[in-house]
């Protein structure tokens, strides 16, 4: 199968509704921490996915952790290039008619707070040192496109309205 690793970042609204002492911000504050390592409960649907694109399995290292602010998912996930390929064009391609995806422009580097509010996901894509690694940088609010707007965003798809 194909070896992605993806490592998170999330707020402490991503950690859920449910009241815990973990998740107020005044105890995250000053600290960072990696939960659901052994297994998050996502990790089999992102899974799938993955391996519905790609037409083949996938498995994945899925690694999140609790950061301290309220809402905004940080991730840079890892995978190996099997050829050669100019990534920048083929993300700017990929997304040029997508309104919800902002590719950067090469060496950039998303920031959570551009996206705060906002259903837009921004990438940035790297080859460091032009090596076989693409290093994949995104950003998004997850109490917007990660949720609600998500959502009335797949319903507008769905009854063929503008996005």
């Keep these: 199968p194909i070896q992605l ?3 998170t970042k999330s707020g402490v609204s991503g ?3 449910k009241a815990a002492v973990g998740s107020l911000l005044a105890e995250a504050s000053e600290n960072m921490k990696a939960y659901a390592v052994a297994g998050h409960r996502h990790l089999p649907e992102i899974e799938q996915g993955l391996s519905d694109v790609c037409k083949q399995a996938v498995s994945l290292t899925f690694v999140p952790h ?3 602010m309220i809402r905004g998912i940080h991730a840079t996930l890892y995978g190996k290039l099997t050829k050669s390929v ?3 064009q083929l993300f700017e391609q990929r997304y040029a008619n997508e309104p919800f995806v902002d590719v950067l422009p090469a060496g950039s580097h ?3 707070r551009s996206v705060r509010g906002a259903n837009v996901c921004r990438i940035a894509v790297h080859q460091p040192q032009h090596r076989d690694t693409v290093v994949v940088l995104s950003a998004i609010d997850n109490l917007v496109k990660g949720a609600s ?4 965003q797949n319903m507008n798809i769905m009854f063929g309205l503008d996005e």
Excluded at 149 to 152: E, F, H, I, K, T
Aim: glycine share 10%.
């Design 66 to 68: 609790l950061t301290p």
């Design 5 to 7: 690793i993806a490592d």
């Design 110 to 112: 998303p920031e959570t």
């Design 149 to 152: 707007g998500q959502a009335v």
């Design 15 to 17: 950690a859920g509704r």
């Design 86 to 88: 100019d990534l920048q």
